[in-house]
């Protein structure tokens, strides 16, 4: 059974910083894509960040620069640090992966932040 749980969520001030783990268990973030997402209130999920399994990172265009998307195979985990926040970044963020042709989700963290 694969698990995927998020922690690290807060309210901060913009500007702020916040650094979200996602603790995978039943697969291996060294094998798999993963993703972040988030979804804002009354808005669709969208896709924030992803890492291959080589390391290789992406980004949506609206983060760049800010966020960095990064992981620690021993640990199994996988960690969003993100930078000058915006209130825009206002959202529940997911972890997210494949794992044999299923998808995967967390619970979700909250991340608020304030102007």
């Known amino acids: 059974q694969v698990q995927l749980v998020e922690s690290g969520g807060d309210l901060v001030q913009a500007g702020g910083s916040l650094k979200l783990s996602c603790v995978v268990s039943?697969?291996?973030?060294?094998?798999?894509?993963m993703m972040w997402y988030r979804q804002a209130l009354g808005k669709q999920r969208e896709l924030v960040a992803t890492?291959?399994?080589?390391?290789?990172?992406s980004y949506q265009d609206s983060v760049k620069g800010r966020f960095t998307i990064s992981k620690d195979n021993a640990r199994n985990t996988v960690y969003l640090q993100m930078n000058s926040l915006k209130p825009e970044d206002t959202a529940v963020y997911y972890c997210?992966?494949?794992?044999?042709?299923?998808?995967?989700w967390g619970q979700g963290t909250q991340v608020t932040v304030s102007s």
């Open positions: 890492i291959s399994p080589t390391g290789s990172e």
């Open positions: 997210k992966c494949l794992h044999f042709g299923r998808t995967y």
């Open positions: 039943g697969s291996s973030v060294s094998t798999r894509d």
